[in-house]
């Protein structure tokens, strides 16, 4: 019986696991961290802090958002969370000169090149909402079209 609970818990790992683990790291605003992103299915679990973790089902557009330290939680149902983006952009509209969109945001290269993890990556950069992104982009990263087909899923299915 002592074997059991030890070898259940070797094998429930091996199905935890993610389809893709991407891993940001985060500096600005005085702050700096990592931010992981573990994606499964039509599921992302993002780690935004030690402190905070949301989990996005794009199927469903649900959002379930962690308070570890506070050991609470919120959902936020998907019809709630369009209702919170629209609500979002149309402040955005109110704050541009004579109610016009924001532009879409497009990255600029910077001609920096700096290797990380072994890969070659160029800086890019633009700016969201009065704030200064950059993107380190690796271009010959293996398989990233399924990266990018990850990435754009989740982002047009929640927060």
């Not at 936020?76 to 402040?91: C, F, G, R, V, Y």
Request: glycine share 8%; charged share 20%.
């Amino acid at each position: 019986m002592r074997l059991l609970a030890p070898l259940g818990l070797f094998l429930l790992s091996f199905a935890a696991r993610a389809d893709m683990v991407i891993v940001q790291k985060i500096e600005g605003g005085g702050q700096s961290g990592q931010m992981t992103m573990k994606f499964k299915g039509d599921k992302v679990r993002t780690d935004i802090s030690p402190q905070v973790t949301t989990i996005t089902d794009a199927a469903s557009g649900d959002v379930i958002t962690i308070m570890h330290a506070q050991k609470n939680y919120m959902k936020m149902p998907a019809a709630s969370t369009k209702a919170l983006m629209e609500q979002m952009q149309k402040q955005i509209q109110t704050q541009t000169a004579a109610g016009s969109p924001p532009p879409n945001p497009k990255p600029h290269a910077t001609g920096r090149k700096e290797k990380i993890n072994g890969y070659d990556t160029a800086e890019y950069t633009c700016e969201i909402g009065g704030m200064k992104v950059s993107y380190w982009i690796a271009s010959n990263f293996p398989n990233w079209p399924a990266v990018l087909a990850a990435l754009l899923k989740f982002q047009q299915g929640g927060l």
